[in-house]
C-alpha cells in the first residue's frame, strides 16, 4: 500500500497520513513520522512510524467503527487496559493511546501505539524459505513460557495463543500480544468452548467446559513448541469431532472418571465411550517428520552469533545442544511436550516448571530460574462481567485514555 498523502499538521497539532486512495487515513500527533502501511484485519488496520521524541519504531493500529458493536467495543477496551497494565520484556508494550479528534460523544476511532515487531510466528511458520532449528525454538518456546509465568502470577488467562500473536523480530525476541479474549481466573463465560483457535484448544474447552484455568494456555504451548519444528500443527482438527480424535490418536481415550472435569457436558462423554481402546501412539510415531528433525545435523546449527548473542543479553550462559546425541535431546524435548498434553489441567506443567525443565536448559539464564518472571501485583478484574452501553464504553475509553497519559507524563 503506498503512501499517497501527507498533511499538517493542523489546528489540533495533528499530521494526517493517506495510503492508497483515500481507503486509509491516519490523523495522529506530530510526533509520530508515519512509514508503512503494515496490514489490516477485522478491528481496522496497523502502519509502521517513527517516534520522533523517543527516535524508537513504532506500530500504530487505528481501530475503526470502534462502537458498532458493544461486544467488540469491550474487547479493544479489555486489551488496552492489559496492555497498559502488564509490563514484562516478553509482552507487546503499549506505548501512547489517543482517540480521533472528534467530540467525547461522537468519536469512534481509537489509535494504540506499540512496540513495532517485524513479524510473527505464524509468517514464520509458513515460509518456504525458514526453518526453525533447535536453538530456535528453545529460545523462542522459553520467552513464551516468561510471558506466561509473569500473566498467570498476575492472575491473567490469555486464551488465545497461536503463532499469529507471537510477535517477532529478527534478533529472535519473541513478544505476546492480542488480549482480546484474556479472562481471570475462574470466569464464567458461556463463550468459553470458542476461545483459542481450535488447533490450540485445550480438550477440556472441546468437551464443553465452562470454566478453564492456567492450564489451558499451557496446553497451547505444547502444540506451538511441537509445530515451530516441523511448520505445521498438532493437531489440525477439520472440525470439532476430528480436533478430539486427532488428541485421542496420540494421547489415547482419557480415563472418563480420572481425567475430564466434573462440567464435561454428557455427550462429549458419550462420544468418548463409543471410541474404540486406545493407549495413543508416541511422538514419532504420530508425526514421524517431527522425529526427523532431531536427527538432522543443520538442525544442531541454529546458535549463530546473532541468537547467542541475544541469548547471552538476558543473561543465559550458552549450552549448546550438539554434543548431546539426537537421541538424549529428542527424550528431552518428548518429556516437555507430554508434560503439557494431559487430559488433566491439573497434571499439566505450570508455566514455572516448564521453564526449569531440561530442554529449556541451553538457553535458560538466571533471571529465569529465580522467579524473574513473577509479576509484582495481581491484576484486578473489576467491571469485567458489566453489560455496558455504548455511551459508557465511550466513557471507558476516556478515561483509560486519561489515565494513560498520566502515567506517561504527558
Keep these: 500500500m503506498i503512501l499517497t498523502?501527507?498533511?499538517?499538521?493542523?489546528?489540533?497539532?495533528?499530521?494526517?497520513?493517506?495510503?492508497?486512495?483515500?481507503?486509509?487515513?491516519?490523523?495522529?500527533?506530530?510526533?509520530?513520522?508515519?512509514?508503512?502501511?503494515?496490514?489490516?484485519?477485522?478491528?481496522g488496520f496497523v502502519c509502521s512510524a517513527v517516534d520522533a521524541v523517543t527516535n524508537e519504531p513504532v506500530a500504530i493500529k487505528k481501530v475503526t467503527h470502534l462502537f458498532d458493536d458493544a461486544v467488540d467495543a469491550k474487547r479493544v477496551l479489555r486489551e488496552v487496559k492489559l496492555l497498559a497494565y502488564l509490563k514484562h520484556p516478553n509482552i507487546l508494550s503499549?506505548?501512547?493511546?489517543?482517540?480521533?479528534?472528534?467530540?467525547?460523544?461522537?468519536?469512534?476511532?481509537?489509535?494504540?501505539?506499540?512496540?513495532?515487531?517485524?513479524?510473527?510466528?505464524?509468517?514464520?511458520?509458513?515460509?518456504?524459505?525458514?526453518?526453525?532449528?533447535?536453538?530456535?525454538?528453545?529460545?523462542?518456546?522459553?520467552?513464551?513460557?516468561?510471558?506466561?509465568?509473569?500473566?498467570?502470577?498476575?492472575?491473567?488467562?490469555?486464551?488465545?495463543?497461536?503463532?499469529?500473536?507471537?510477535?517477532?523480530?529478527?534478533?529472535?525476541?519473541?513478544?505476546?500480544?492480542?488480549?482480546?479474549?484474556?479472562?481471570?481466573?475462574?470466569?464464567?463465560?458461556?463463550?468459553?468452548?470458542?476461545?483459542?483457535?481450535?488447533?490450540?484448544?485445550?480438550?477440556?474447552?472441546?468437551?464443553?467446559?465452562?470454566?478453564?484455568?492456567?492450564?489451558?494456555?499451557?496446553?497451547?504451548?505444547?502444540?506451538?513448541?511441537?509445530?515451530?519444528?516441523?511448520?505445521?500443527?498438532?493437531?489440525?482438527?477439520?472440525?470439532?469431532?476430528?480436533?478430539?480424535?486427532?488428541?485421542?490418536?496420540?494421547?489415547?481415550?482419557?480415563d472418563l472418571a480420572r481425567d475430564l472435569p466434573p462440567s464435561t457436558s454428557t455427550e462429549a462423554i458419550h462420544y468418548l465411550s463409543s471410541l474404540p481402546p486406545s493407549k495413543g501412539k508416541k511422538l514419532e510415531e504420530y508425526a514421524p517428520e517431527l522425529r526427523r528433525r532431531f536427527d538432522e545435523t543443520t538442525f544442531y546449527d541454529s546458535f549463530d552469533t546473532e541468537l547467542e548473542e541475544a541469548i547471552a543479553a538476558e543473561g543465559a550462559t550458552i549450552a549448546r545442544p550438539q554434543p548431546r546425541p539426537p537421541e538424549e535431546y529428542y527424550a528431552e524435548f518428548v518429556d516437555f511436550i507430554f508434560g503439557l498434553l494431559r487430559y488433566n489441567p491439573e497434571k499439566r506443567r505450570t508455566a514455572k516448571e516448564s521453564i526449569a525443565h531440561a530442554w529449556l536448559s541451553d538457553v535458560r539464564g538466571p533471571q529465569e530460574t529465580i522467579g524473574g518472571c513473577e509479576a509484582e501485583r495481581i491484576y484486578r478484574w473489576d467491571a469485567d462481567g458489566t453489560a455496558f452501553t455504548i455511551p459508557q464504553l465511550r466513557h471507558l475509553f476516556i478515561d483509560e485514555i486519561g489515565k494513560f497519559a498520566s502515567t506517561r507524563g504527558s
Design 5 to 43: 498523502k501527507v498533511e499538517g499538521p493542523n489546528a489540533a497539532g495533528n499530521k494526517v497520513y493517506v495510503f492508497g486512495v483515500n481507503d486509509y487515513r491516519l490523523e495522529v500527533p506530530e510526533r509520530y513520522n508515519v512509514q508503512h502501511f503494515v496490514g489490516r484485519g477485522a478491528y
Design 94 to 254: 503499549l506505548k501512547d493511546l489517543f482517540k480521533s479528534p472528534d467530540p467525547v460523544d461522537t468519536y469512534s476511532e481509537l489509535y494504540v501505539v506499540t512496540d513495532l515487531m517485524e513479524s510473527d510466528m505464524d509468517a514464520i511458520l509458513r515460509s518456504p524459505r525458514i526453518r526453525l532449528a533447535a536453538g530456535h525454538g528453545q529460545y523462542f518456546t522459553l520467552q513464551l513460557l516468561c510471558a506466561l509465568q509473569y500473566i498467570h502470577s498476575a492472575h491473567v488467562l490469555h486464551r488465545d495463543l497461536k503463532p499469529g500473536n507471537l510477535l517477532t523480530d529478527s534478533e529472535c525476541n519473541l513478544k505476546l500480544g492480542d488480549f482480546g479474549l484474556a479472562r481471570g481466573i475462574g470466569h464464567d463465560d458461556t463463550m468459553t468452548q470458542y476461545v483459542f483457535t481450535r488447533w490450540y484448544r485445550p480438550p477440556e474447552l472441546l468437551l464443553v467446559c465452562k470454566h478453564c484455568n492456567y492450564s489451558a494456555d499451557m496446553w497451547a504451548v505444547g502444540c506451538l513448541a511441537a509445530e515451530m519444528f516441523t511448520g505445521k500443527p498438532l493437531f489440525p482438527g477439520k472440525d470439532y469431532i476430528n480436533q478430539i480424535n486427532l488428541i485421542v490418536e496420540l494421547l489415547g481415550i482419557p
